[in-house]
C-alpha cells in the first residue's frame, strides 16, 4: 500500500526476538522512514512485553487477522445458508463435471503458463507468481500439497496448501479461472473435502485490507479471528 513496513522477525528464541525488534528500529531511525511491524502474533506480543520498557505502541492490525473455520463450512455447504454457494457448486459441475487429481511435476509448464496469464489479467501479483511456482517446484520438501481442477484435460484452477502439528490445515493459494461459472466455489469445497474435512480448522490467512478478499472470507461463517497487531514507537527509543 505505499507504506515501508516491516513484518516479524524470525528467530529461534525470544531474546533473539526482542534483539531483532530492536535492530529493525535503528534500520528504520538510520534510513529515515517511520518504524512499524505488521502481523506480530499474541506469543509475540507477549516476548516483546515480558523484556520491558521498549516504548512501543500496539494496535489491533485487522488487515492481517488471519481466518479459520470448521471444515464442515466446506465440505458441506448448508442449502439455507448458503445457497448461492451450493448453486455455484451445482451450476459448476451441470456445465464442466468435478474433475480434479493431485498436482504432479509434470503440470510445472501447463501451471506456469496459466500464471502468467493471470499476471497478465492481474488475477494475481507478482508477489503470487514466484512464491508459488517456488513452492510447487519444492512441494514435498516444504511438506505442502496441491491439487488442479480440470476442464477438458486442461487445468483451470489450483489450489496450495499445509496442515501443520496442530492439524490446522492451512489454504496458501487458491485461484481458479473466472470465466467457468462457480469455479471458485467449486475449487474451495473440492479442496477442503479432498485434504482438510480432518483438520480441527481451516486456515483461510488474512485479507490484507483487500475490501473484495474481506468480502469473500466473510461470506463463510468465521469460526474465530487469529489476532494480529500493528506495532510502532510509542515514546523516543
Not at 531474546?15 to 505488521?38: L, R, T
Not at 496459466?114 to 488475477?123: A, D, E, I, M
Not at 496448501?161 to 475449487?187: C, M, P, Q, R, W
Amino acid at each position: 500500500r505505499g507504506e515501508k513496513v516491516f513484518y516479524p522477525p524470525i528467530a529461534k528464541t525470544p531474546e533473539e526476538f526482542v534483539s531483532a525488534i530492536k535492530n529493525c528500529v535503528e534500520y528504520a531511525k538510520e534510513n529515515g522512514f517511520p518504524f512499524v511491524i505488521e502481523g506480530i502474533t499474541p506469543v509475540q506480543k507477549q516476548a516483546i512485553d515480558s523484556y520491558g520498557k521498549l516504548y512501543l505502541h500496539f494496535e489491533p492490525d485487522r488487515n492481517n487477522y488471519e481466518y479459520l473455520y470448521d471444515p464442515s463450512e466446506f465440505t458441506s455447504y448448508n442449502e439455507r445458508l448458503q445457497s448461492y454457494k451450493v448453486a455455484q457448486v451445482k451450476g459448476y459441475e451441470k456445465r464442466y463435471g468435478s474433475l480434479r487429481r493431485p498436482y504432479v511435476p509434470s503440470d510445472m509448464e501447463e501451471v506456469e503458463e496459466l500464471f502468467k496469464v493471470w499476471l497478465g489479467n492481474r488475477n494475481i501479483t507478482e508477489y503470487d507468481y514466484n512464491p508459488m511456482l517456488c513452492a510447487l517446484k519444492n512441494i514435498d520438501k516444504l511438506g505442502l500439497f496441491a491439487t488442479c481442477l480440470l476442464y477438458n484435460e486442461k487445468i483451470i484452477g489450483l489450489s496450495i496448501g499445509k496442515i501443520d502439528d496442530k492439524n490446522v490445515g492451512t489454504v496458501l493459494f487458491e485461484k481458479a479461472e473466472h470465466k467457468y461459472f462457480g469455479s471458485n466455489a467449486a475449487l474451495v469445497s473440492y479442496f477442503a473435502r479432498d485434504y482438510l474435512s480432518g483438520c480441527k480448522y481451516v486456515n483461510r490467512q488474512e485479507d490484507m485490507g483487500i475490501e473484495g478478499l474481506r468480502s469473500s472470507k466473510l461470506s463463510y461463517l468465521v469460526e474465530r479471528f487469529i489476532v494480529k497487531y500493528r506495532i510502532t514507537l510509542g515514546f523516543e527509543y
